[in-house]
């Protein structure tokens, strides 16, 4: 079932009021070799027939609380310019001072799509 509403991506993702379990909807996808974080994730993706994605990596902690239903209403909202999301990890947490060091290029945290985000300039895996 695809969801077309933030919230109800939101919920069928976990973020739910306890009701029920919060990974209900999860389906374990086991490969018979190693292919790596890329190919997995792409394989994972001819499984999904949701609009939105959320991936996170066994070894990534998340160190901010974020708001999905924003995130998602800007992705919904702007899918021309807002593609991609990756949440806050102690990799990425200084990550704009670390593009003006290596790159001379300054990034600016905008609020325009309706949550903090900042351009991303490389994907992190």
Do not use: W
């Not at 695809?2 to 939101?10: D, N, Y």
């Not at 909807?25 to 292919?35: D, F, G």
């Not at 900042?118 to 994907?123: A, D, E, G, R, S």
């Amino acid at each position: 079932e695809a969801f077309g509403e933030p919230e109800a991506a939101a919920a069928a993702a976990g973020a739910t009021d306890g009701a029920a379990e919060p990974f209900g909807n999860l389906h374990i996808l086991e490969l018979t070799e190693h292919v790596g974080f890329g190919f997995a994730v792409k394989r994972a993706l001819e499984e999904v027939c949701t609009k939105f994605v959320l991936v996170v990596q066994h070894d990534q902690e998340v160190i901010r609380s974020f708001d999905l239903s924003g995130v998602l209403r800007a992705m919904s909202s702007h899918p021309q310019v807002v593609k991609y999301v990756g949440l806050t990890s102690v990799t990425t947490a200084h990550y704009d001072q670390m593009v003006l060091s290596k790159f001379r290029l300054r990034l600016a945290r905008t609020e325009q799509f309706g949550v903090p985000l900042m351009p991303l300039i490389f994907f992190y895996d």
